[in-house]
């Protein structure tokens, strides 16, 4: 399936994230619209659909049958993929027919999770910044014995890292905006669920207490 469409950004709608439950409609991972459309097709996953405040579920039929419906009334809810026969609105939620499974309970430790639970913020200068901007800081330098850990990393611009040099924030005379912990939930789905077009994840992400992997 290819798209001759892009959203504002310039990006493919087939890049666009796509929520999966599993059979009993608990959230287990992030995948992209190939994905999705791909396991519709197959008939091993169906739509979530959320309208007027209920959710419904489509299969893959279903789905290209109320296609027009959606492009005339729901335009703007929604991205958009073109083939040669047919115009698809990209699904936000799929759910699995005959998986139970759950993901780990654990969120993992790396770079993505921590500029997310940070918000891609500065934690000294406060600034926002892009990822090519930010590094990661061991608030206890790890000359000074200080780990890999939650709670010994956050986001620092170059500058602020620089100053800080392999000094604890203290011996710096810098100050921590907020005190690094580890997050309950993943950050990165979190930052996600605030978007607008993204409120439909909120009923199954808001309950979840464990990682949903991004694919």
């Known amino acids: 399936m290819s798209s001759i469409e892009t959203n504002p950004s310039g990006a493919s709608p087939l890049d666009a994230r796509v929520l999966v439950l599993n059979r009993v409609y608990s959230a287990i991972r992030i995948v992209d619209a190939r994905r999705a459309f791909t396991l519709l097709a197959k008939s091993v996953a169906e739509v979530i659909s959320l309208e007027e405040g209920n959710f419904r579920n489509y299969d893959f039929s279903s789905w290209t049958d109320i296609a027009e419906l959606q492009r005339e009334f729901e335009s703007e809810q929604h991205e958009w993929v073109r083939t040669p026969s047919m115009t698809l609105a990209v699904p936000k939620i799929i759910r699995l027919f005959s998986y139970d499974r759950r993901p780990s309970q654990d969120i993992r ?37 200080g780990e890999d850990a939650w709670d010994n990393l956050v986001c620092a611009c170059v500058r602020c890292n620089a100053r800080k040099g392999g000094r604890t924030p203290k011996q710096a005379r810098m100050k921590l905006i907020r005190r690094p912990v580890k997050p309950r939930l993943n950050p990165a789905i979190r ?18 207490y464990w990682t949903i992997e991004l694919a």
Request: with cysteine.
């Open 191 to 208: 930052l996600r669920v605030g978007s607008r077009r993204y409120q439909s994840w909120k009923a199954f992400i808001d309950e979840a």
């Open 109 to 145: 430790l790396n770079r993505r999770n921590i500029y997310a639970r940070d918000e891609n913020s500065c934690q000294y200068c406060g600034g926002r910044f892009s990822t090519k901007e930010l590094s990661l800081d061991h608030v206890i330098p790890r000359v000074q014995g």
